[in-house]
């Protein structure tokens, strides 16, 4: 199926702990995102990628690392969990002036 | 800040019925998405909309694009139980390439009862 797939579903992690959610898309896009919804179900983007490069970079704390080791993936790495780290993060790519595609989203629960 | 607001942010209706959402924006766009997220799922794309628009159907959707008034609404018609879901404007400000994001709003929560 094409898709942007990322995984794991859920993640339940406690403070302090690094944790790492991946990402990977087969619909040939050049472009992918990180979005973070929080509890109020507000979507925000934190970070985008193009063709392997960094592109936009929102007000993220510096635990938030990104990585995209091809334009078919984007994974984040999280260091130093904090319990307002807890959200549902979404990957999503796009092509040009088109619309997104969404991943199914990890529910991140920090305890 | 926060791009859109929508309204409103809840809306019951029954099956058959027509739902009508709008959202609002503040600045310029360049377009402007809607999307639609069933409960615990990820987002899905509905339909885009170009700020050199003002109308566009997509089966039982339509939106609707008021540059003047910064403004968008999104009409389905004929609801259907499997149309509850949370819906979603999202707009696009710079040229489309590759520094473009979505910004979203705040999101309507429509109920459709049988």
């Known amino acids: 199926d094409t898709a942007v797939s990322q995984t794991p579903k859920y993640l339940v992690t406690q403070m302090g702990n690094d944790k790492s959610i991946k990402c990977e898309q087969n619909l040939g896009h050049d472009t992918m995102y990180w979005y973070k919804q929080d509890s109020k179900k507000f979507l925000k983007i934190m970070f985008s990628y193009n063709n392997k490069e960094l592109i936009i970079n929102e007000t993220v704390p510096n635990r938030f690392s990104p990585k995209s080791p091809d334009k078919a993936h984007l994974n984040l790495h999280i260091n130093s969990l904090e319990l307002g780290d807890s959200a549902v993060y979404f990957c999503a790519s796009s092509q040009g002036a088109g619309g997104y595609t969404f991943g199914s989203g990890t529910r991140l629960t920090v305890v | 800040s926060q791009q859109g607001e929508e309204d409103p942010q809840a809306l019951s209706i029954q099956e058959g019925e027509n739902a009508t959402m709008n959202c609002s924006y503040k600045?310029?766009?360049?377009?402007l998405q809607w999307y639609r997220q069933n409960s615990g799922r990820g987002l899905v794309h509905l339909i885009l909309?170009?700020?050199?628009?003002r109308e566009k159907h997509s089966g039982r959707l339509r939106v609707t694009l008021d540059t003047s008034k910064k403004s968008s609404s999104l009409l389905i018609t004929a609801s259907r139980a499997a149309d509850t879901a949370s819906y979603f404007c999202a707009t696009v400000m710079g040229p489309t390439g590759t520094a473009s994001k979505l910004t979203f709003g705040t999101g309507t929560r429509l109920q459709v009862t049988l």
């Open positions: 600045t310029s766009i360049n377009n």
């Open positions: 909309i170009r700020s050199n628009e």
